[in-house]
């Protein structure tokens, strides 16, 4: 089906193509600083909910489930309704603002927005530089900036194996939760035109839900309550990206087909013990293939917490097994991205073939 865009260089462009272009983006250019990013903005307005809210409704369990439920309401529909806006700012037929190519490159940036790869890497991998020239004071500053663990006191392999959790955790849900659901809403523009919902307006709305999840997910004070429609919301969005990522990651690092069923069913059984319903599974299913144990004691302030053994009896990650976990991410979302293409330009051909038979 060919997409007719209506602006100059868009004509033509599959949405495939478009979500591919903008993830290769992504890996190029990450998130400049002085580019203004839609999560900032989400950051935002979460905060200033959440002051509204609890000043409304105070330390009553019920109203606080129930703003929640309305921020998660409005922050999801909100970005989803900005996305769409783009889409159509950028697309219309009747009114192109912006000349053929500002028009690809500001739905590309859009894009490349959504997906968090590159970002990713550079934060994982500035831990692994400062534990190479043995500065385990920046380690730890470089690691608190992207956990939820206290890191004040950790040893070298204590935050080695938070870095290997937080590339296997956050590779789903910053760069294949977000790629599933732009690949979605692509879908869409191919099965209902343009004018649907496309994958900017699916991109940015799962990024809200996952950006309420990281700010107010936590199951403390009035949190417990205020967050938890952004938490459940955000499993929900989660919960089959992650069980693709465990399905297709042993096929990425060449495994053969049983092999791969096999760590996926090891990466399910592990992970089910995990308070996260995707957490516990992404973190398991790179730990099998990549051969490293995850998972024990972690420290929050005061309270300390025992995550399940993942791989357990494996070897303790050390800094190759970290960087082979970044390098499989970059090389599934290649896996995910070319099949997606083939499927989508081939697919009605060989339906048509078989309708002619």
Request: glycine residues 10%; hydrophobic residues 55%; proline residues 7%.
């Amino acid at each position: 089906m060919t997409m007719a865009f209506g602006v100059g260089s868009l004509a033509g462009a599959h949405p495939v193509l478009l979500v591919a272009l903008a993830c290769r983006l992504d890996r190029l250019v990450g998130d400049p600083r002085w580019c203004p990013h839609p999560v900032v903005v989400m950051g935002w307005w979460i905060t200033r909910l959440r002051a509204v809210a609890e000043r409304w409704a105070g330390r009553r369990p019920r109203c606080l489930r129930l703003v929640g439920g309305l921020i998660t309401l409005l922050l999801v529909g909100g970005s989803g309704l900005a996305g769409w806006l783009l889409e159509r700012l950028v697309l219309a037929p009747a009114w192109p603002p912006l000349p053929g190519l500002l028009a690809l490159l500001v739905l590309l940036i859009a894009l490349a927005s959504a997906v968090a790869g590159r970002s990713l890497d550079q934060a994982v991998r500035a831990v692994l530089q400062a534990l190479a020239v043995g500065d385990l004071t920046l380690a730890r500053q470089r690691l608190s900036w992207i956990v939820g663990r206290d890191t004040a006191d950790l040893e070298q392999a204590e935050i080695l194996r938070a870095a290997a959790e937080t590339a296997s955790e956050n590779a789903v849900d910053g760069v294949f939760a977000p790629l599933f659901w732009m690949l979605v809403g692509a879908i869409l523009w191919l099965s209902c035109g343009t004018a649907a919902p496309g994958p900017l307006a699916l991109g940015w709305a799962f990024k809200a839900a996952s950006t309420l999840d990281s700010m107010l997910g936590y199951r403390r004070g009035s949190l417990r309550w205020l967050g938890t429609a952004g938490a459940r919301l955000d499993d929900l969005l989660v919960w089959l990206p992650c069980r693709l990522v465990a399905l297709t990651l042993p096929l990425a690092a060449g495994c053969a087909l049983p092999a791969c069923w096999r760590l996926f069913q090891r990466a399910r059984r592990d992970g089910r013990p995990d308070p996260s319903p995707n957490a516990g599974v992404s973190q398991a299913s790179y730990a099998w293939v990549v051969g490293v144990q995850l998972g024990g004691v972690n420290r929050y302030g005061p309270v300390f917490r025992a995550k399940p053994l993942l791989a357990a009896g494996c070897p303790a990650p050390d800094a190759a097994a970290v960087e082979r976990m970044l390098k499989l991410s970059h090389r599934l979302e290649l896996c995910w991205l070319l099949p997606a293409m083939a499927a989508v330009n081939l697919g009605p051909l060989l339906w048509a073939r078989l309708l002619a038979q």
